[in-house]
């Protein structure tokens, strides 16, 4: 038998097509095949649930160094957040900060003394647009329909970019194993390894079995209020709508959800 | 046919023989332990009596066979969807969608549960970089 070179040329091509298909067809089917059942899901009645959860810290009730301490300690021992020795290694979910450094470009000359040296309480922002989840390259943070900035520590790389992102320095990142560093590890909840980021979570663990943030709860009453920011009767919208509060960094256009009272309620 | 060199070329190819086909002369013989994982963790026996049977999540076999991707698919459930709750296609219980509070809390025997295939089949999964493995008691067995 003998072919030209045109018709060789047609039964290579339509053979190949037709191997390809075949080949495509039964790779689809030997996934699909093998494909668990897409998880029965029965959500926790008591779950926590909001449009925008959002945060008023109210600096008025905090007094002492205690009040600090206190609020601080209930977050990171509740998510093992170890505590280093060397403050470069320093991982920090709730921390304070004096105000010059908390809201830089709102302090001036004449103001006075005990606003300066005021500590105030800083935490993640969980900002509506959030650098850090623009920059990660997995998306190992993300935004939840909430509100809130979470994190898939399974996913992290460790590159930094988030922190690099994140104006408010909330990132950090396990330069060392943790794990020898963390006083008492609460079983119920994981630590992070070395060369992942974390930072605060809002508490998604505590909401979603109906419990209010760790923070929230320790904190001198009244001094930290989180609720629903969509939701016009919730504490924290009436506080946002009928006083006077400030952001951190609200000009980048990050859309930062912690609210700040300073004068507090009596002398606002 | 006349070998030149033919002594050290022999036992050269002897000592090479016997260096490379060590592993295998080396275990005729020996019994290659298959793993026996174990399910008799007190929470498990409790749990027996109570009920009347072992029972997990899903059966056995499927267990065996899919347990990582079930672990996956409950990872992605609880961190991106706030889902908690996993109710299994086989009894319609409901678990909780947790590795640290929920397997762990039967299954609390990690060395002879996890490892003992795990190390076998020498696949290292990372759960216990971060998850906290729970206390083993030490028991001589």
Redesign the interface.
Known sequence: MSMDRRDFLKAAGISSILGFGASVASAANLITGKQ??P??????KE?LTAKRWAMVVDMSRFRTDEDFTKTIEACHSIH?VPSFPNKKDEIKWVWKTGFERAFPGHENKYMSEHLKDMPFLLLCNHCDNPPCVRVCPTQAT?K?PDGIT?Q???RCIGCRFCMAGCPYGARSFNYRDPRPFIKN?N???????KGVVEKCTFC?ER???GKMPACVEAAPPGGLLFGDLEDPNSDVRKIVTEKYTIRRKSELGTGPAIYYLIGGGEHA | MKIYNGGPIVLGIAIFLAIALFPFYNNIGKVNATPKPKVDTPAILEYEKLNGKKECVESKEWMRGEHMQLLNQWRDSVVRDYNRGYVSNSNHKRFDMSLQNGCMKCHSNKKKFCDECHNYLSVKPYCWDCHIQPKEEETKS
């Open positions: 668990l059942l998880p029965q899901v029965d959500r926790n779950v093992n993300y939840l979470m898939d520590m399974h590890e079983k119920e909840y994981p630590t992070r390894t998604t909401l979603s079995v």
